[in-house]
């Protein structure tokens, strides 16, 4: 049974930063394609982060690129979501996700590609 658990989450002052991290377990993390997603109060989930099977292709939504850094340890199952200049518009549950891929040059933004979700982790930028 795959199991996902994010970590890291917490309360952060606007400017500040945050690691999160997400441990992966049965499955073979290495033919995954990992993700993180977020959901605002009142709004849709959306795309964060993706990066392919062996860590050295990454993509970002526009809201968070030039902030927030995705990477993966395959040796760990472990992928990280570090997040700099934190907004108050960064406030929402932060997922992390999982895609089986063929291919590992491929990540992914949509929703629908990802197999396996955590539980979430939460993050709110405040005063």
């Known amino acids: 049974q795959v199991h996902l658990v994010e970590s890291g989450g917490g309360l952060v002052q606007p400017g500040g930063s945050l690691r999160l991290s997400c441990a992966a377990s049965g499955l073979t993390f290495s033919y995954f394609v990992m993700g993180w997603f977020r959901r605002a109060p009142g709004k849709d989930r959306e795309f964060v982060a993706s990066i392919n099977r062996n860590g050295g292709l990454t993509e970002y939504a526009n809201s968070v690129k030039g902030r927030f850094v995705i990477s993966r340890d395959n040796a760990k199952n472990t992928v990280a979501l570090q997040m700099n200049s934190l907004s108050p518009e960064d406030t929402a549950v932060y997922y992390c996700?999982?895609?089986?891929?063929?291919?590992?040059?491929?990540?992914?933004?949509?929703?629908?590609?990802?197999?396996?979700w955590g539980q979430g982790t939460q993050v709110t930028v405040s005063s």
């Open positions: 996700a999982s895609a089986s891929s063929l291919y590992s040059s491929r990540t992914f933004s949509e929703s629908g590609r990802y197999n396996y």
